[in-house]
């Protein structure tokens, strides 16, 4: 209790707002409208709302705006969805010369395609690559086949059939390069680097590789069956020439980061990565990716088989740039959140499940929970925060436990590691040391 009573006097006048503006628009520009979130100093939630109207009007000089919630620091963190790592790291940033401070503003002027169905994407379940499967004739089974190859399912049928390869996977998987395999095929192909970067990138550079006729080719059978890489890359249906594909494709292996103008290196051909992108993307970026691909497909380790396409609406858009949004980074970060969630939760039924005190069904919202509180505690590393989450899992009923055990490992000039490690031990197996 002596721990809850010092977090609400620390973080007492400490705000969380959600809360859109808007600008109007002119005969120049358009109208836009963002939702961003907001940390508040303020002795009141009235006085808190008063601040953010003023800062709405004067600093954002928006037209328009209105909040969605307000909410204690800590009530916020009690019941948000998500690792709030911004918010936290920015809490010492608050103060009484900066009384606000906004984050993660989000443009949300138009409605994503993904959010009006004009990019539709669809799972498909695929049996796993290893281990006994109804692959007979093909790579694949045959409902994946008429998919793939027939497009079964396809309102339009393209004529042909591509496929972009990482060759860092396949190195990875097969122990060899991918080059001398691909020349060994007979495939069409060709490396969307060129000059130096496909010099010094060979091996881990992504490959254009036609397999139009050649749906059997060993060359298949051995990436997905003998060497298990179903996310090696991405296959392409389009009526383009391999040339016209390979030079529109060439565009998106190193992309702008909006935020900082940067360039990287983007792995567009990942399926996770395009299925976060596509997503991410607005009418006219989405046009720009997919203008000479007809439908994307891409395997995961999840036994699914994904399947992109847009409509008609988003093939008659204004043309723009695809960059790296804030939208896409948003997106794989929330993914990856997600997933080291699971994983917590899987550590804990497999390793303390008879000591955990939460019931299976809210597991997950309370991991999400205390992994903010373990990153405002410092324990800011997966394995510190796992180590954290499992021991307030086992102590959630044993507040005396936990908070003589946590305020004493946080009095420990020892690295986060080092503290955590003994967190979780204490809580395991308590001492004298942690109930003195």
């Known amino acids: 209790m002596q721990r809850q009573k010092d977090y609400h006097q620390q973080y007492e006048h400490i705000w969380v707002a959600e809360f859109s503006y808007g600008y109007h628009g002119s005969e120049q520009q358009?109208?836009?409208?963002?939702?961003?979130?907001?940390?508040?100093?303020?002795?009141?939630?009235?006085?808190?709302?008063?601040?953010?109207?003023d800062h709405m009007l004067h600093s954002l000089r928006a037209d328009e705006g209105q909040y969605e919630k307000i909410l204690p620091f800590l009530q916020y963190l009690d019941i948000c969805h998500h690792l709030e790592k911004h918010l936290i790291?920015?809490?010492?940033?608050?103060?009484?010369?900066?009384?606000?401070?906004?984050?993660?503003?989000?443009?949300?002027?138009?409605?994503?395609?993904?959010?009006?169905?004009?990019l539709e994407i669809i799972h498909y379940p695929c049996p796993p690559f290893t281990g006994e499967n109804p692959f007979n004739r093909y790579w694949i089974s045959d409902d994946l086949y008429s998919l793939l190859y027939q497009q079964s399912q396809n309102a339009t049928k393209y004529s042909r059939c591509y496929m972009v390869i990482d060759a860092a996977v396949y190195h990875k998987h097969a122990g060899h390069f991918i080059v001398p395999s691909l020349m060994a095929s007979g495939l069409p192909y060709r490396c969307l680097f060129k000059g130096t970067t496909q010099i010094t990138l060979e091996d881990a550079a992504p490959y254009l590789v036609e397999l139009t006729g050649h749906e059997d080719k060993e060359f298949l059978r051995q990436i997905f069956i003998t060497h298990y890489t179903p996310d090696i890359g991405i296959f392409i249906h389009t009526d383009s020439q391999f040339d016209e594909l390979y030079n529109h494709l060439r565009k998106f292996p190193y992309l702008q980061q909006e935020h900082n103008q940067e360039w990287v290196f983007f792995r567009f051909y990942y399926p996770l990565t395009l299925d976060l992108t596509l997503k991410s993307l607005s009418r006219g970026a989405l046009e720009s990716f997919m203008r000479h691909i007809g439908v994307i497909y891409g395997f995961n380790h999840e036994n699914r088989l994904m399947k992109a396409c847009v409509t008609a609406n988003i093939r008659e858009s204004k043309l723009e740039t695809v960059t790296i949004n804030d939208r896409m980074n948003l997106n794989f970060e929330r993914y990856m959140q997600q997933k080291y969630f699971n994983k917590v939760k899987t550590f804990i039924k497999e390793h303390v499940q008879q000591q955990c005190q939460i019931p299976e069904d809210q597991l997950l919202p309370f991991i999400t929970q205390q992994a903010?509180?373990?990153?405002?505690?410092?324990?800011?590393?997966?394995?510190?925060?796992?180590?954290?989450?499992?021991?307030r899992s086992v102590t959630a009923k044993n507040e005396v436990l936990w908070d003589h055990a946590l305020e004493a490992v946080l009095s420990e000039?020892?690295?986060?590691?080092?503290?955590?490690?003994?967190?979780?031990?204490?809580?395991?197996?308590?001492?004298?040391?942690?109930?003195?």
Do not use: M
């Open 372 to 391: 903010n509180y373990a990153y405002l505690n410092g324990f800011t590393l997966e394995l510190t925060g796992l180590y954290y989450i499992v021991a």
């Open 89 to 118: 790291l920015n809490l010492e940033q608050v103060s009484e010369a900066q009384s606000l401070i906004v984050l993660n503003p989000q443009d949300i002027s138009e409605p994503l395609p993904i959010d009006t169905g004009d």
């Open 413 to 436: 000039p020892s690295n986060q590691e080092a503290r955590a490690y003994k967190l979780l031990k204490e809580c395991l197996n308590p001492t004298t040391w942690s109930q003195s």
């Open 30 to 53: 358009k109208p836009r409208h963002y939702c961003a979130q907001a940390l508040i100093q303020a002795k009141s939630q009235h006085q808190a709302l008063v601040q953010l109207s």
